[in-house]
């Protein structure tokens, strides 16, 4: 026979006797494991009784195995007792279930809970509704989580006597909230203060892949950035990564018609004010005249200097005085000739019609400037243009840091209706910047031009401004820069010639005094060409 069949057969017979060893000591095995579970019984008993007690255990322990010694077959009995509860505690038990994960919406919803009871438990509460331990369930009404588990919407209630009017008391709900939610989004927070609930809402972020274009916009109309698509009634086509697609813009209009004719834009440093400003020149520049005022005087408007529509671009003190002086006188003019134009029942001049735009990049560095060598604030030299700006043609845009709020003069805030906040910007600071309080809590880490707007009486919106990078700088995204360099008139063939603009009088033109015997002549009120022409663009 050959070897591998012996070893084959080996194998086989010893298999088998195994099987018969197994099967002839199962019970023994049975009955050692159960005796070992009733010894770590009796041990972990021993351990848990306390000292004081343990005598009067072993008393009673010797008393009971006595009795049983002196019952007839007692010792007998007790063993086949024994060795019956040893088979049963070492049989083989089956594989227990899996315990279920738990659900990660009990989990954050309790943890969540958890962190709001200190603030919403009134200790004089005879049934509150939060509570150490209470659950969230008789306080959270509504819930949804998103496929990666992050809590996108919640509807909770609040006892009533929680100082919901107050904002403190509303910014200390709202932190705790963001803070377990996660800070990395935006949440929106609506009171309903007449049933004491609260709605919370996780923001979709706001596409930042937008560069600066041009936009589908009438003139006079600029548009800041875009938001939500709650935010606002209207969509535009703009290019986004090669595709065009509708977003909903936040457009900020301007003009004589307009309720909010000028601009304050404050953020904190880094997060796209001076790009801001950029993305108004650009749109503004195919109809109106520019003074730029770069009180920073890091050179962020350099690509305006000698641009056609650009009168000037002024980075020092002096310079920004006498393009602010200018600016006053050619408020003047323009009311003084529009005046007269009504009076005579005629159309204004050209020259006084063209909107005139006055961009201001930090000036409380010139006004810090002005007050250290005595001479006058550049701030009080736009009294004039603000308050008057809408009748003559004149808006005025200033962009400044959010800590420098408080050196921007009274008339500044007073005339500037039209407001933008960008930035990470806290409870009280958003509400000062924009006038009102700022329902949305804002993210721990907002990408550059991320923020918020306020167009008069309405309410705050997100916003987020295109990229308008400087396209002088040698670190900004090549494409970015070119997107910008497109948008920007050149004096040559490839864009025309500017539009050919009548010289401007030194003086106000004087009307005529009536003759009192002339027959009075109708006033042509019929419409001719359009005051304000359009400066063709690339």
Not at 73 to 85: E, V
Not at 459 to 486: H, K, S, Y
């Amino acid at each position: 026979m050959p070897l591998h069949r012996h070893l084959t057969k080996g194998r086989a017979i010893a298999r088998t006797a195994g099987d018969h060893a197994s099967d002839m000591f199962a019970p023994l095995s049975v009955i050692s494991r159960g005796l070992r579970h009733h010894v770590d019984w009796a041990k972990s008993r021993w351990q848990a009784t306390p000292k004081d007690r343990r005598g009067p255990t072993l008393f009673l322990t010797a008393a009971l195995l006595i009795g049983v010694y002196l019952l007839p077959h007692g010792l007998l009995f007790a063993l086949i007792a024994l060795m019956a509860s040893a088979a049963w505690a070492g049989r083989a038990p089956r594989t227990a279930p899996a315990p279920p994960a738990p659900d990660v919406a009990d989990v954050k919803l309790a943890a969540l809970y958890a962190a709001l009871t200190p603030y919403l438990c009134g200790p004089e509460d005879a049934n509150p509704l939060y509570h150490f331990e209470g659950s969230h369930k008789d306080a959270f009404r509504a819930w949804d989580f998103d496929g990666e588990g992050r809590l996108s919407r919640l509807e909770m209630t609040y006892p009533a006597y929680f100082t919901d009017t107050e904002p403190a008391s509303r910014a200390r709900i709202e932190q705790v909230i963001q803070g377990k939610a996660g800070r990395a989004r935006e949440y929106r927070f609506d009171w309903d203060e007449e049933s004491n609930r609260l709605r919370i809402t996780a923001l979709a972020p706001l596409p930042t892949d937008i560069a600066a274009q041009r936009f589908v916009a009438a003139p006079g109309e600029i548009v800041l950035g875009f938001t939500d698509e709650d935010g606002t009634a209207r969509t535009i086509p703009v290019t986004r990564s090669g595709a065009v697609v509708q977003q909903p813009p936040v457009v900020w209009r301007t003009g004589p018609r307009s309720s909010e004719p000028h601009l304050l834009a404050l953020g904190v440093t880094g997060h796209g004010t001076s790009s801001l400003l950029r993305s108004v020149a650009l749109q503004a520049l195919p109809y109106a005249d520019l003074v730029v005022v770069d009180g920073a005087g890091t050179g962020e408007h350099a690509c305006l200097v000698n641009r056609p529509g650009v009168h000037t671009v002024e980075t020092s003190l002096h310079g920004a005085l006498a393009a602010l002086d200018w600016a006053v006188g050619e408020t003047e003019r323009r009311l003084g000739a529009l005046n007269a134009a009504r009076h005579a029942g005629t159309a204004p001049p050209e020259d006084v019609t063209r909107p005139l735009w006055l961009l201001l990049d930090h000036p409380t560095e010139l006004s810090e400037l002005a007050r250290a060598e005595g001479r006058p604030d550049p701030q009080d030299l736009l009294e004039l243009p603000l308050r008057h700006g809408r009748a003559a043609r004149v808006t005025v845009v200033i962009a400044d840091d959010l800590e420098a709020r408080d050196r921007i003069t009274p008339t500044v805030r007073a005339t500037t209706r039209a407001r933008v906040v960008l930035g990470p910007a806290g409870p009280d600071e958003g509400r000062e910047a924009l006038g009102a309080p700022l329902d949305i809590v804002p993210a721990a880490h907002a990408p550059i031009g991320r923020g918020y707007a306020r167009i008069g009486n309405g309410a705050p919106v997100r916003l987020q401004v295109p990229a308008t990078v400087d396209p002088l700088d040698d670190e900004a995204p090549a494409p970015l820069r070119e997107a910008v360099i497109a948008l920007l008139p050149h004096r040559d063939t490839r864009t025309g010639a500017a539009a050919a603009v009548p010289p401007r009088p030194d003086h106000p033109p004087v009307v005529p005094a009536a003759d009192q015997d002339a027959p009075a002549r109708p006033v042509d009120l019929a419409k001719g060409e359009p005051m304000i022409r359009s400066r063709p663009i690339s």
